[in-house]
């Protein structure tokens, strides 16, 4: 199986900076792309940042200009820079990796088991 494992999370003031690290393991053929989510509580899970093999990083935008996303594709491993944080940053992140274990089947979506990001005022 895949397993991904994030960590990096934990309690900062407003206006500080933390660094997410989520790597992917296991049985592992290929890596379709990788991506961060977010979820706060009593709200949906959403989008924070996504990483293509070979393509753009794309980001929500309530994150852009204060998040960078990267991802070193030979380690299977991707980052999540986060600076000048805010209270409404605050919410459990989600490392999402949409994998190959053999080439006789199509990619699916597997999420790590997430890591807590609380930002005080």
């Known amino acids: 199986q895949v397993q991904l494992v994030e960590s990096g999370g934990g309690l900062v003031q407003a206006g500080g900076s933390l660094r997410l690290s989520c790597a992917a393991s296991?049985?592992?053929?290929?890596?379709?792309?990788m991506g961060w989510y977010r979820q706060a509580p009593g709200k949906q899970r959403e989008l924070v940042a996504t990483i293509p093999r070979g393509g753009s990083t794309n980001y929500a935008d309530s994150v852009k200009g204060r998040f960078t996303a990267s991802g070193d594709n030979a380690n299977n491993t991707v980052f999540l820079q986060m600076n000048d944080l805010k209270p409404e940053d605050t919410a459990v992140y989600y490392c999402?990796?949409?994998?190959?274990?053999?080439?006789?089947?199509?990619?699916?979506?597997?999420w790590g088991q997430g890591t807590q990001v609380t930002v005080s005022s």
């Open positions: 296991g049985r592992i053929f290929s890596i379709n792309d």
């Open positions: 999402n990796a949409a994998v190959k274990i053999s080439s006789l089947f199509a990619a699916r979506d597997y």
